[in-house]
């Protein structure tokens, strides 16, 4: 079988780490894989270094015939039997390959958990019910395209998931290089720095956090975006510099989860089944999480790895955190089922085999 991966920012997001989950798990074993993208970055790097066949796919826009053309070109010479895209604008140029004669199934899987202006409802009827199998790799997500016209039947949940962790080992060393006290309690969220992510929100629950205890904790913002600065100043406006610490792009977020005790999603929308999230439990790291998109799918009273709080209410977050400041049994409770969740219901694995299938059906 012949697999051709299609976006078109190849950036080093969630959905590029999902492509190259895929990609890493099937290409010279289940299927040979191929890669079209438009933008580079850290993903096309990577397939480069997997030695997988690639081409860069200028794609202006949902309806541009001149990449649904050369797609189509591509996927007759090479016999790609699947175009598996990410996006809305990806997956249109895909249904439009087929008109040109491409001879590959569509799939196209969503990682998207907001509504579109309604004026693409039309489309999506059109467009989707040419998909040959739709995934959504969360509930929330689902609920969705079948409200923006995806045939239901064609839809499938599959999970995010991560390779099964082994035993979490608790390492302090790296909060000296950052300038962290080894005692304190360590929140950590992995995070895009963009309105999305909820960020000024998560400030403000720390300051209401430090007004409630004493005890000795840090927020860490590991990651990057184009509101970074924004960010900085704001933790600076709140003068919560001493407690919240904007640490920028990392490349050992692994020692950082390691060093750390909780870990908080604050996003605000458009958040699906966070790859982030799915890290810290691999940590053993209890959950705070807003009851946004997928995060109910992670976090909730079967799991038990922590709580989801209504976006926006600093004294939930911060009364989340303070149950597990102050409450042991709670913590190892938390910090438990959060390990062994992520091991079983989010085992990369089992929902790659699960990926495969839909590609066969």
């Given at each position: 079988m012949n697999i051709l991966y299609l976006i078109n920012h190849a950036g080093r997001a969630g959905t590029e780490k999902y492509v190259y989950n895929l990609t890493k798990a099937f290409n010279g074993k289940k299927a040979n894989c191929h890669f079209a993208y438009n933008e580079p970055g850290l993903l096309s790097e990577q397939m480069e270094e997997l030695g997988v066949p690639m081409f860069r796919l200028e794609m202006k826009n949902p309806f541009d015939l001149k990449a649904a053309k050369k797609l189509a070109k591509y996927c007759k010479e090479n016999k790609i039997d699947i175009v598996h895209s990410q996006y809305p604008r990806e997956n249109y140029i895909a249904i439009l390959s087929k008109l040109f004669g491409s001879g590959a199934k569509a799939i196209y899987t969503c990682h998207l958990t907001y509504f579109p202006p309604?004026?693409?409802?039309?489309?999506?009827?059109?467009?989707?019910?040419?998909?040959?199998?739709?995934?959504?790799?969360?509930?929330?997500?689902?609920?969705?395209?079948?409200?923006?016209?995806?045939?239901?039947?064609?839809?499938?949940?599959?999970?995010?998931?991560?390779?099964?962790?082994?035993?979490?080992?608790?390492?302090?060393?790296?909060?000296?290089?950052?300038?962290?006290?080894?005692?304190?309690?360590?929140?950590?969220?992995?995070?895009?720095?963009?309105?999305?992510?909820?960020?000024?929100?998560?400030?403000?629950?720390?300051?209401?956090?430090?007004?409630?205890?004493?005890?000795?904790?840090?927020?860490?913002?590991?990651?990057?975006?184009?509101?970074?600065?924004?960010?900085?100043?704001?933790?600076?406006?709140?003068?919560?510099?001493?407690?919240?610490?904007?640490?920028?792009?990392?490349?050992?977020?692994?020692?950082?989860?390691?060093?750390?005790?909780?870990?908080?999603?604050?996003?605000?929308?458009?958040?699906?089944?966070?790859?982030?999230?799915?890290?810290?439990?691999?940590?053993?790291?209890?959950?705070?999480?807003?009851?946004?998109?997928?995060?109910?799918?992670?976090?909730?009273?079967?799991?038990?790895?922590?709580?989801?709080?209504?976006?926006g209410d600093e004294n939930a977050m911060s009364d989340a955190f303070l149950r597990l400041m102050n409450d042991s049994e709670y913590y190892k409770k938390c910090s438990g089922g959060a390990f062994n969740t992520v091991s079983s219901v989010f085992n990369l694995d089992e929902l790659m085999e699960k990926t495969f299938e839909e590609y066969i059906f």
């Open positions: 309604k004026i693409w409802n039309l489309m999506n009827k059109i467009v989707m019910r040419k998909n040959d199998r739709i995934i959504a790799v969360c509930n929330y997500g689902k609920e969705i395209l079948c409200q923006i016209g995806a045939p239901r039947e064609k839809i499938d949940v599959i999970f995010n998931g991560i390779p099964k962790p082994s035993a979490p080992v608790r390492d302090r060393s790296v909060l000296k290089e950052i300038g962290v006290s080894e005692d304190a309690f360590v929140i950590v969220t992995l995070s895009r720095h963009n309105k999305e992510k909820g960020l000024p929100y998560l400030v403000r629950s720390m300051k209401r956090l430090r007004e409630k205890t004493d005890k000795n904790f840090v927020c860490l913002i590991a990651g990057d975006g184009p509101l970074f600065d924004e960010t900085c100043s704001y933790i600076k406006e709140q003068g919560a510099e001493d407690y919240v610490k904007a640490l920028g792009f990392r490349k050992d977020t692994e020692k950082i989860l390691s060093a750390s005790d909780a870990f908080v999603n604050s996003a605000e929308c458009n958040e699906a089944l966070s790859f982030a999230i799915l890290e810290a439990m691999g940590h053993a790291l209890p959950i705070v999480a807003t009851d946004i998109g997928g995060n109910p799918d992670i976090v909730n009273p079967e799991h038990f790895c922590g709580e989801l709080v209504p976006y």
